[in-house]
Structure formats: C-alpha cells, structure tokens
C-alpha cells in the first residue's frame, strides 16, 4: 500500500495565517516603540563615564567629608583676633532630587591677636614687660591666640548645570552653636597669674547662637575619588560670656550678646558611604 500526506485548502489557510502570525510578531518586537525614539535612535545602556554623550542620574548618597577653611573675622571678634584657620569633619545626605541635609563640626585656630599691647597692665606692666614668679623679667613670655568651635545642621539644595546631575551648584544655610576664647599660653611655666584657674579670668570664653551659609561647586564622579567641593562660607554668631567673671571687665551677669561675623574660603573632600546603584541610559544621535 501507499500512503500520501493530503492537506485540504482548509490546512493550507490555517498554515498560512499562523506564519504570519509569526512574522508580525516578530516584526513587532524589533521595531516596537519602546526600542526607538521619535527621532530614530536606538537606545544603548553605556558604563564608559568618560563619553561626552553619557548623562549621570541623580541618586540618592550619603558621604563624610574633611574640610578645611580659611575665614576673615567681623564685629567683635575682629577687634581681638586676625584670620583664622578651620578643620572639621561633616556628614551629609543626598535625596535623587538633589536636596542635602548634613551635620558639621569646626574647630578654628591660628587667629593672633590684633593689638600687640591686650595684655598691658593687667599680665604685663603698662610698657609691656612680664614680671615671673620670682619678681624678675621674664626671658620668657607668653602666647596668645583666638580658638572657636562650632557645630550645626544645614539644609541645601545642589542645583546641576551639565550632564554630571549629582554635582552643580550648591546653596546651604544652617544653625547650630558657636564659642570661642582666647587662648593663652605660659610654656614656661614661670607666670602664677596663670596657674590652674587663674587663666579661666582672662580667656573671655563666649558662646551662643549662629547660622551660616555656604555657595560653592560639589563635584561627584562615578570613581568615587574625584568628589569634593569648594565655595564660600559665612557665619553670624550671637554671643554671651560663659565666665562669671572677666580680669579686668568684671562680672559678666549683665553683659549683652555681642554679634560676630565670619566671611571664608571653604574646601573639602567627600568620602562616599553609600549611593543606590541606577541604570542610565542615553541616545545615539
């Protein structure tokens, strides 16, 4: 015997319907909307951040800093003390909208004093000679300087102005606490008007409310090595006395706030402890 397929017209359309079936679909999925722009493009997902046509995405970090400043004294600090130095460490939070909140601690050094002859009359006689413990001139002498600390909050906003989203312009303003003194040192030893907390009369420790603003650059890569930032910074601090009494003030119960200023050169160096991974995506043009 002898068998033969037989395929009656009504197998040959069905067949016939099911391979173009196939083929529109297939046709979809290359060419389907999602897969190409409105202008043509085809989408690519690069990691090469080093093409000018790659576009970062803003994303969520938090980082630790070191910083350092330089500021110039206003008001009543500057009738004592010249410019200062600064170094602190700081936290901050990064939203995806570009939106910081942080916490900052500086420690202030270096200010000398403005007026050579402060201490006439009081640890020096009116011509400016130290007489030591043992009613002699001293050959030694002492040392002076403004130190301040401070610590805040902050709230911000990085504004970009390139393709690098996570970095641009930074705006921040704050509040926290500021105090400073004036430190005075005795290396030898030879002053008893210093001794234990005889020097507590003459260092004028204050303290009180501040705020402070910033404008400056933050600048993030993705090798997480090149990210810092740098600006200007300003501080208006309202302060009182913490000593009940000052050397040759008096007591300080009713001594009012006193207002001081700071203008700066600001700098610092992020170190990254978390950002959320995105996928980024651009278009061949």
Same mark, same amino acid.
Request: charged share 20%; aromatic share 18%; hydrophobic share 40%.
């Given at each position: 015997?002898?068998?033969?397929?037989?395929?009656?017209?009504?197998?040959?359309?069905?067949?016939?319907?099911?391979?173009?079936?196939?083929?529109?679909?297939?046709?979809?999925?290359?060419?389907?909307?999602?897969?190409?722009?409105?202008?043509?493009? +085809?989408?690519?997902?690069?990691?090469?951040?080093?093409?000018?046509?790659?576009?970062?995405?803003?994303?969520?970090?938090?980082?630790?800093?070191?910083?350092?400043?330089?500021?110039?004294?206003?008001?009543?600090?500057?009738?004592?003390? +010249?410019?200062?130095?600064?170094?602190?460490?700081?936290?901050?939070?990064?939203?995806?909208? *570009?939106?910081?909140?942080?916490?900052?601690?500086?420690?202030?050094?270096?200010?000398?004093?403005?007026?050579?002859?402060?201490?006439?009359?009081?640890?020096?006689?009116?011509?400016?000679?130290?007489?030591?413990?043992?009613?002699?001139?001293?050959?030694?002498?002492?040392?002076?300087?403004?130190?301040?600390?401070?610590?805040?909050?902050?709230?911000?906003?990085?504004?970009?102005?390139? #393709?690098?989203?996570?970095?641009?312009?930074?705006?921040?303003?704050?509040?926290?606490?500021?105090?400073?003194?004036?430190?005075?040192?005795?290396?030898?030893?030879?002053?008893?008007?210093?001794?234990?907390?005889?020097?507590?009369?003459?260092?004028? #420790?204050?303290?009180?409310?501040?705020?402070?603003?910033?404008?400056?650059?933050?600048?993030?890569?993705?090798?997480?090595?090149?990210?810092?930032?740098?600006?200007?910074?300003?501080?208006?601090?309202?302060?009182?006395?913490?000593? *009940?009494?000052?050397?040759?003030?008096?007591?300080?119960?009713?001594?009012?706030? +006193?207002?001081?200023?700071?203008?700066?050169?600001?700098?610092?160096?992020?170190?990254?402890?978390?950002?959320? +991974?995105?996928?980024?995506?651009?278009?061949? #043009?």
């Amino acid at each position: 015997m002898c068998f033969s397929n037989i395929h009656t017209e009504k197998d040959v359309a069905s067949n016939r319907l099911l391979h173009l079936f196939l083929f529109l679909a297939s046709a979809f999925f290359l060419f389907a909307p999602q897969n190409v722009d409105a202008q043509g493009s +085809k989408p690519v997902y690069q990691t090469d951040f080093s093409s000018k046509d790659y576009v970062d995405t803003a994303a969520p970090m938090i980082w630790l800093d070191a910083h350092f400043a330089y500021h110039f004294p206003m008001g009543a600090l500057r009738t004592m003390f +010249k410019n200062n130095f600064a170094v602190g460490p700081g936290f901050t939070f990064k939203s995806a909208g *570009n939106w910081t909140v942080g916490l900052h601690f500086d420690y202030m050094f270096g200010a000398n004093m403005r007026d050579p002859d402060y201490f006439n009359g009081t640890l020096a006689n009116n011509d400016g000679t130290v007489i030591d413990g043992n009613g002699l001139v001293s050959q030694g002498g002492i040392t002076a300087e403004g130190r301040y600390w401070t610590i805040g909050a902050d709230f911000g906003k990085i504004i970009p102005v390139d #393709r690098w989203k996570n970095s641009g312009i930074w705006l921040k303003i704050g509040a926290g606490y500021f105090s400073h003194r004036l430190r005075v040192d005795d290396f030898s030893h030879q002053y008893p008007q210093l001794d234990n907390n005889y020097a507590k009369g003459y260092d004028q #420790r204050s303290g009180g409310f501040a705020l402070n603003q910033f404008i400056g650059y933050q600048f993030v890569r993705k090798n997480r090595m090149l990210n810092f930032f740098i600006g200007l910074e300003f501080y208006e601090m309202w302060t009182k006395p913490n000593r *009940n009494y000052i050397f040759f003030q008096g007591p300080t119960a009713e001594m009012p706030a +006193k207002f001081s200023g700071l203008i700066g050169f600001k700098a610092g160096w992020n170190i990254p402890l978390y950002e959320r +991974k995105t996928t980024t995506t651009f278009y061949y #043009r």
